[in-house]
């Protein structure tokens, strides 16, 4: 059973840094084909895909986004981190952590965390 | 870069059917056969439904159905029902250094 539970501060504040950790189980992240990513959901809006590590360590980040975000891996531990610098209050979102056993089909979610920036 | 236009909403009685369509409006060169579709209903992660275009995960029910013609791909549910009703995101594999799109979403409404 594949599961993944994103952690991290609630409430940041602007220019800080976000640092999430998503913790899973049920599949290892040194198996071939496997990724493991973030996408994030402000408030009433849509999905955004920022970026994804692979088992391999390929990283892939969303162009819009790719000065600010750092995606790493530690396998023994099964987690990922996201950074985020420079955190402004329009990243307000809920990031969710995200599997994916074939390059980009997005199976599995984490249940999400709400990520509020403000002063 | 890819992006993929959505309905706002879309509505239909139970025991319809509905279809939701995704149309990619630029493109990087990417291959557009790799569409996926989510349900998300209020305050909860988002779930695969359909991907590959067409390909079902174990365990999502077969009244969802996926589709692709030319550049726009579909998403049909057939028997609408109440529990249906959420959010629909469908999202493309660019094959690119972006590597996955979103669109904006569609509203399922049952009336």
């Known amino acids: 059973q594949i599961t993944l539970k994103e952690s991290g501060p609630t409430l940041v504040k602007p220019t800080q840094t976000l640092t999430l950790t998503c913790t899973f189980s049920g599949f290892s992240l040194s198996t071939s084909g496997v990724g493991v990513g973030w996408i994030r959901q402000p408030p009433g809006k849509a999905l955004e895909w920022l970026a994804l590590i692979y088992w391999n360590d390929d990283k892939r980040y969303s162009p819009s986004l790719r000065s600010r975000l750092t995606i790493t891996k530690d396998t023994s531990k099964n987690q990922v981190v996201l950074t985020v610098t420079n955190m402004d209050p329009v990243d307000t979102a809920t990031y969710y952590c995200v599997h994916t056993g074939s390059y980009y089909v997005l199976d599995y979610w984490g249940q999400g965390a709400l990520v509020t920036v403000s002063s | 870069q890819s992006a993929l236009t959505q309905p706002a909403s879309v509505s239909g009685s139970p025991g319809q059917s509905i279809t939701i369509s995704c149309t990619e409006t630029?493109?990087?060169?990417?291959?557009?056969?790799?569409v996926s579709w989510y349900q998300q209903h209020p305050g909860k992660a988002p779930k695969l439904m359909i991907y590959?275009?067409?390909t079902r995960p174990s365990g999502v029910s077969n009244r969802f159905s996926g589709s692709k013609s030319g550049n726009t791909a579909s998403l049909t549910i057939s028997g609408l029902q109440a529990e249906d009703e959420a959010d629909y995101y469908c999202s493309s594999y660019t094959g690119s250094s972006t590597l996955v799109v979103f669109g904006a979403g569609t509203k399922v409404t049952v009336l």
């Open positions: 630029s493109s990087d060169g990417g291959d557009y056969n790799f």
């Open positions: 590959d275009v067409s």
